[in-house]
């Protein structure tokens, strides 16, 4: 058994490193099978260490969840605007896909502890109503159903993502061939 060796770390690169250890372990054990002892283990610190800087298991939950929870506009900004609707369909969706693809394995926990988390809101319809949001700047209007299959789509990336570029270009083009009629 090797024991790390501890690094005194500024508060914000410690908080980081315990967010990171707690990522890790809930993507890994699951909400209940993580404990803030394990926590602290995998981040090589004690607990009472971990406890300075989150007050409970919920809160460090909640705040790694954050930014997954708030995908956002921000894609917006990266968006050419003097292209195409389909080459502005294209740039969205590759950064969705890119975005699930970074954070699949929070993205998986959320849909299975979403119910026993309590969440305050539905991930999947928050996900939907923000795509909804989007597309509508780039003057694309789903009805329910195309909306529903799109976020189906995605979410299907978690599990079925394709091999190569060529492969994730292809699935692009088909998701924007049902969106454009």
Known sequence: MTIKKRVRLTKEDRKSQILQSAMEMFVQNGFDSTTTASIAKAANISEVTLFRYFSSKQ???????????????????QIDENTSVKSKLIQLLLMRLNFIK????????????????????????????????????????????????????????????????????????????????
Do not use: C, T, W
């Open 59 to 77: 809160q460090l939950f909640d705040e790694i969840m954050q930014p997954i929870l708030s995908i956002s506009s921000i894609e917006d900004s």
């Open 102 to 181: 970074e954070n699949q394995g929070l993205i998986k926990l959320i849909l299975l502890e979403h119910d026993r988390l309590q969440l305050k809101e539905n991930f999947i319809k928050r996900m939907a109503l923000q795509y909804k949001e989007q597309l509508g700047r780039l003057n694309v209007h789903l009805d329910d159903f195309h909306l529903r299959l799109l976020i189906g789509l995605l979410l299907s990336y978690l599990y079925f993502s394709p091999e190569n570029e060529s492969e994730q270009e292809l699935f692009v083009s088909n998701l924007i061939n049902l969106m454009i009629k």
